[in-house]
């Protein structure tokens, strides 16, 4: 189709059409153009007509060449004017030339169609070939690939978990707390159907009764009954219940009140009225019911022994402590830290069940119970502390009917007195009180001796409370002496003793002791002979070197130690012998310098005489010597000290530990090891390394140290409770993995870790999805402390 | 006359009242408590000579079966519940509170090859060697009704080993090629395919439920990605990897136990060479199972032992072993992190403590803050030579004993032979090869 003659397309040979047919859309407009030519050209048929065969000719050849499809173009041959069929400006002037598509189309230009028409074919030539599909296998790995590196990447968010996990000082599993939840039993008894015919049977007769199973687990019959309250005992009840309130808040609003008065004066006389009324209230009931009396006093007793175990009034509380700082300056102060003891006092005293009513009776009887104690012998002997078997009785004991009444009542006894002038109490009470503070600090300036206690106590009848507590706290003072006294009575003897026993025991020691060593060195199995062996060996070794002038008592003293004196005392003379040969050479090598020099200058090396002259203040050999010697002297074993001063004795600055104390805790250490430079004059051996503490010891630094100072840091710390407090204990020995007993663990979810719940989408709509609870789960989980 | 005698306060150790801790007054001064290291040195030791005294890990033996216990599987929600398939087809579900079978069915002709529970626990699947994966109820069956699975597949070729999704109702199976299936369905969801080979057993991940591992017998272990249903990666081993565990903590670390007598913990995001490799067994490692906590996990052998390894250490911890025991071919760690479970050769399921000396049973507190401190203690001195040497004391059957020596001889020999090699060749033609990339062949994308 690239080279169209116009007759030919007027004639629109069957092979033309063909192709016309088989064309595009832009095929179709050419044809219709040449149909529009062929209409223009009608007019000259005739003169055609003779071109006719010429054209016929044409044709077939045409035809032919059509055959083969290649020689199209050449065939395409012009022999009429161009102007003819020059509408499309289209030159074919030699049948070798070509025309080219985009010339064709040039004149409609204008036409969109075609333009669309010409891009798409430029578009057409321009596009390159399709390349060849991948084979199975790398489409496969390609997919694979990509999905590896997706998948390894959605892994790779757990790894801050991972790491912290296994970084944790302590995990607890199951890390999700699950949340058990017990199903009610009626969802448990429901759900259940019977399926044997026993089954079946027991729960037919479970049934007939018609016993509930909802949740409030009543009968119909108890519902009805529960229904039936009235409305009328309703509302008498709700009456009752308002007006209990009501009062209730009367009285509390009194008490607040009452409470808020800060006025003493006014506690002190409500105090002192309620003690009368109390008072009162107990001697009516003593006439009336001496039953009920018994009953309140052992009430009393019941009061006191709570006091004695209390230490509510023993000025050991806050404020009484700030009291007793201020009685120094502060008489109030005093006062009331004297008030408190004096309340404990009383408190703690015992009281005696005995009716006042059959007091003048009793009396006799207790002088009578008191005869084995004499009462005068009592007072007379009161200086002497060995007198005093029972000192708290005798003191007490004349007081027994006032504290009786004192502490009856639990607010102390007082005084007819008192009983009498009701009204004008309050200062006569301050004015005693000023008296007795007075007679008190009198006796306190002349320093308080015993003697002078017991006048007290005589002289004052014990007429009212304070002068009682007073009295009280003169016999407590004569207790606390007469406690003390029969204690250093006691410790005296023992310390007699003691002083006594070493005097006895200390010759019968110093007679023992080499029998008790030797003893030590009894050998009863053979381990210990041959243990034994050594040691004197190594005794005998050594010994000899230390001190060379000793050996014939050494030997005489072996001979009596040892069974077989005959054969040991060869072996020794041979050591004997090349000990004494290997110390002369000692000896000789002490003194080298002044021979050799001597040599020296007989030869007449003057250089020599030189160097001595040089070196003459330095004594090398010397030196070397004593250094030798203060290393054998280190390397001795040292005793082991273990008296501990105070222990069974006395002890305290100035006192020594006994004698006998040190020779018992003073442990001699076994001799140590012959040293192997023993027979090497100059040569030291540091023998520093122990052999047997090295098989206990570390050799290399353990791995996840970086520095021995570090690992030694870790073992040096200790950590067991005897070293650190409790809860530094428990923090240390925090165990790493913490799990509990039949919980289920179960394996690590998104939904446990947050941060990686957020990341995931899934993760994120479980998050939001999950109730409030939930969240606060995830939140709080402090099981996991990290580094 | 006053003399000073020793008085102490009362109030300061009476109590006020008896429901009051007593007080007991300490000094910590560091002076009254001296020799601190050569005391807990002491500790140390006496606690690793008790630990090693009361090293009694074996706690029973659950027997019933009538043929080698081929594979076990753990309830997912009863800690008390376990199951087991035998070598004769026969699945037993035993109570491990009261040490009985509890249920016993005939579930396959053949080999049990695999069970699996699902996650919810109400029912259980089992492969076996007639070429069908069942579906039982975990419960037993009521009166009357007959034992039969609940659902029966009948497959094309025999499926070597089964295991269920953490989270879906979805199941792997395993044989020619890994299938995926949904249990409402008769036909596999997908099959994932990549060579052909027998693969022996196939694990989800049980983090990224997603993953699957698996491994065949053409010594490779490959990894599945059931969302865009492709393999993912594949590495070649020295020898045939027999089972792989996922770790439960550490979503992209699993274990695979090699016939190489070796254990090799592997990264999925770096394969090309093992993490950790883990050595002391003397013959092909069948089985492995991680603990709960993801901390260790143990393995079951053909030498006849059962080792716990720590997650990040080459060598075990502890090795169980009994005179009876044959060739142990699954072994299990219970969900609560407490006993171990392994079947073997001999027809008999053995239950072990995970912690040899562990005192079963509840303890007092006192007992608790003892056992912390003891356990402190033994962390502490672990270095020093005589407590090393107390606590690494193991016995061992003879034949182990001696295949170690003789493995230790083999490879000293062969180390020697390659210095010798390295010493006479050109320098850089023998190269040094590390441990652990020894025994990887290649890395398959």
Redesign the interface.
């Given at each position: 189709m690239a080279t169209v003659t116009s007759r030919a397309g007027r004639k629109c040979g069957a092979s033309c059409r063909a192709e016309a047919s088989r064309s595009t859309a832009l095929c179709d407009a050419m044809a219709e153009e040449w149909l529009g030519t062929e209409a223009a050209g009608s007019g000259s048929e005739e003169e055609e007509e003779q071109d006719d065969g010429e054209r016929r000719h044409q044709q077939l050849l045409e035809a032919v060449s059509a055959l083969t499809g290649r020689k199209r173009r050449k065939l395409a041959e012009r022999s009429e004017a161009g102007a003819q069929v020059s509408e499309f400006n289209v030159s074919c002037k030699g049948a070798g030339e070509k025309l080219v598509l985009s010339e064709l189309l040039q004149p409609i230009r204008a036409r969109s169609a075609l333009s669309a028409v010409k891009k798409e074919l430029n578009r057409v030539k321009q596009k390159k070939a399709v390349e060849l599909p991948l084979s199975k296998e790398e489409a496969?790995?390609v997919?694979?690939?990509a999905?590896?590196v997706?998948?390894?990447k959605?892994?790779?968010k757990?790894?801050p978990v991972?790491l912290q996990?296994r970084r944790a000082e302590q995990?607890v599993?199951p890390l999700k707390e699950e949340i058990v939840a017990v199903a009610p039993l009626e969802q448990v008894v429901s759900a259940w159907k019977p399926?044997?015919p026993l089954e079946q049977e027991i729960f037919g007769l479970l049934h007939k009764t018609q016993q509930p199973i909802t949740d409030p687990l009543l009968t119909p019959q108890e519902k009805a009954s529960l229904q039936a309250m009235s409305l009328e005992e309703a509302k008498r009840r709700r009456a009752e219940l308002q007006k209990a309130r009501v009062l209730q808040s009367y009285y509390e609003a009194k008490a607040r009140r009452e409470k808020k008065i800060k006025s003493k004066k006014y506690h002190r006389v409500l105090k002192k009225s309620k003690r009368r009324k109390a008072l009162k209230e107990f001697e009516m009931l003593q006439k009336s019911d001496p039953e009920a009396a018994l009953a309140k006093l052992e009430e009393l007793d019941q009061l006191r022994m709570e006091e004695r175990m209390?230490?509510k009034h023993?000025n050991?509380g806050k404020w009484a402590r700030s009291r007793a700082i201020m009685a120094k300056y502060d008489l109030e102060a005093r006062k009331a830290m004297q008030e408190q003891l004096a309340r404990n006092k009383e408190l703690t005293q015992k009281v005696r069940v005995e009716l006042p009513e059959e007091e003048p009776a009793d009396v006799p009887e207790e002088d009578l119970t008191s005869t084995a104690i004499p009462p005068v012998s009592v007072r007379a002997n009161k200086a002497n502390p060995w007198m005093l078997g029972k000192p708290s009785d005798p003191a007490q004991e004349p007081d027994v009917p006032e504290d009786l009444g004192n502490a009856a009542v639990p607010v102390a006894v007082e005084n007819k007195e008192e009983m009498s002038e009701e009204e004008e109490e309050l200062s006569e009470e301050e004015a005693l009180l000023q008296d007795f503070q007075q007679k008190r600090q009198a006796r306190q300036r002349q320093s308080g001796s015993p003697e002078q206690h017991s006048e007290e106590l005589t002289v004052l009848p014990c007429v009212c409370s304070v002068t009682e507590q007073d009295g009280s706290l003169g016999a407590d003072e004569t207790e606390e002496?007469s406690e003390?006294?029969p204690?250093?009575g006691s410790?005296h003897p023992v310390s007699v003793e003691e002083q006594v026993s070493p005097v006895i025991e200390l010759p019968s020691q110093a007679q023992e002791e080499p029998l008790l060593s030797e003893q030590l060195h009894r050998v009863q199995t053979m381990e210990d002979i041959e243990a034994l062996a050594s040691e004197e060996l190594t005794a005998e070794q050594e010994k000899p070197v230390i001190v060379g002038t000793e050996k014939p008592a050494r030997r005489q003293q072996e001979g009596r130690a040892t069974a077989k004196p005959a054969e040991k005392s060869a072996t020794k003379k041979k050591i004997i012998s090349l000990q004494s040969v290997l110390s002369g050479k000692l000896r000789e090598a002490q003194c080298p310098n002044l021979p050799a020099v001597m040599v020296e200058e007989e030869d007449g090396f003057d250089q020599r005489g030189v160097i001595t002259e040089a070196f003459a203040g330095d004594d090398v050999v010397a030196d070397f010597n004593r250094e030798k010697h203060k290393a054998e002297q280190a390397a001795k074993p040292q005793p082991l000290n273990l008296v501990l001063p105070g222990w069974g004795e006395w002890g305290g600055t100035g006192l020594k530990p006994s004698n006998k104390k040190i020779k018992r805790f003073l442990i001699k250490p076994a001799p140590a090891p012959p040293r192997k430079d023993q027979h090497l004059p100059h040569v030291i051996i540091s023998e520093q390394r122990n052999i047997h503490a090295a098989?206990?010891?570390?050799?290399e630094l353990?791995f996840p140290f970086e520095s021995h100072q570090q690992f030694e840091q870790?073992?040096?710390t200790?950590?067991?409770?005897?070293?650190?407090?409790q809860r530094a204990?428990?923090k240390?020995?925090?165990?790493r993995?913490v799990?509990?007993?039949?919980?289920?663990?179960?394996?690590?979810?998104?939904e446990d870790v947050p941060s990686v719940a957020a990341t995931t989408d899934s993760g994120t709509k479980l998050a939001l999805e999950t109730p409030p609870e939930q969240h606060k789960q995830f939140s709080r989980r402090p099981h996991k402390r990290t580094r | 006359m006053r003399v000073k005698v020793l008085s102490r306060n009362p109030d300061d150790y009476v109590r006020e009242t008896k429901l009051d801790l007593q007080r007991v007054p300490r000094n910590y001064d560091p002076a009254l408590h001296p020799f601190e290291v050569a005391r807990e040195y002491v500790r140390a030791l006496n606690a690793t000579k008790l630990e090693r005294v009361f090293a009694k890990p074996f706690l029973s033996s659950l027997d019933g079966h009538r043929d080698g216990v081929n594979c076990i599987a753990k309830h997912p929600k009863s800690l008390s519940t376990v199951l087991s398939g035998a070598c004769d087809g026969e699945v037993r579900i035993w109570n491990l509170t009261k040490r009985q079978c509890i249920r016993a069915l005939q579930a396959h002709e053949g080999f049990v090859r695999g069970m699996c529970a699902r996650f919810c626990g109400t029912s259980f699947f089992t492969v076996g060697d007639d070429k069908t994966v069942k579906q039982w109820k975990m419960e037993s069956p009521g009166y009357g009704e007959e034992e039969e699975p609940i659902h029966t597949i009948l497959g094309k070729t025999v499926y070597t080993g089964i295991d269920h999704h953490w989270k879906d109702a979805v199941f792997a199976t395993c044989g020619q090629q890994v299938d995926i299936w949904d249990e409402q369905r008769t036909s596999p969801m997908c099959s994932l395919t990549w060579g052909f080979d027998s693969i022996s057993s196939v694990k989800f991940n049980p983090i990224e439920t997603y993953l699957l591992g698996s491994c065949a017998s053409d010594r490779n272990i490959v990894l599945y990605d059931m969302r865009q249903s492709t393999p993912l990666k594949k590495v070649i081993l020295n020898m045939r990897t027999n089972t792989l565990c996922w770790n439960p903590m550490e979503a992209f670390i699993f274990t695979a136990a090699n016939e190489d007598y070796n254990l090799y913990t592997f990264d999925m995001r770096y394969l090309t060479s093992p993490v950790m490799v883990h050595m002391d067994h003397v013959s092909a490692v069948l089985d492995v199972d991680y603990s709960p906590t993801g901390k260790e996990f143990v393995s079951a052998s053909f030498d006849k032992s059962v080792r716990i390894f720590p997650v990040d250490k080459g060598h075990s911890r502890e090795v169980y072993h009994t005179k009876r025991m044959q060739h142990v071919i699954t072994v299990k760690w219970t969900s609560d992190n407490k006993y171990i479970l392994c079947g073997s050769d001999e027809m008999n399921i053995r239950l072990w403590k995970a912690n040899a000396s562990e005192k079963l049973g509840v303890l007092a507190p006192r007992e608790k803050a003892a056992m912390n401190y003891n356990q402190k203690l033994k962390e502490k001195f672990q270095h020093h030579p005589q407590i090393k040497r107390i606590a690494r004391h193991r016995h061992l059957p003879k034949s182990i004993y001696c295949q170690i020596k003789e493995q230790r001889i083999m490879r000293e020999a062969r180390r020697r032979k390659e210095l010798n090699r390295r010493k006479h060749s050109k320098p850089g033609s023998v190269p040094v090869v590390s441990e652990k990339k020894k025994h990887i062949v290649a890395v398959v994308q």
């Open positions: 496969e790995r997919v694979r690939e999905a590896y997706k998948s390894s959605d892994v790779g757990w790894q991972v996990n995990l599993f399926r044997t209390s230490l023993q050991k002496v003390q006294l204690g250093d410790i098989a206990h010891q570390v050799s353990p870790c073992i040096r200790p950590i067991g409770s005897t070293w650190n407090t204990f428990q240390l020995t925090a165990p993995v799990t509990r007993a039949g919980h289920i663990i179960q394996p690590l979810s998104a | -």
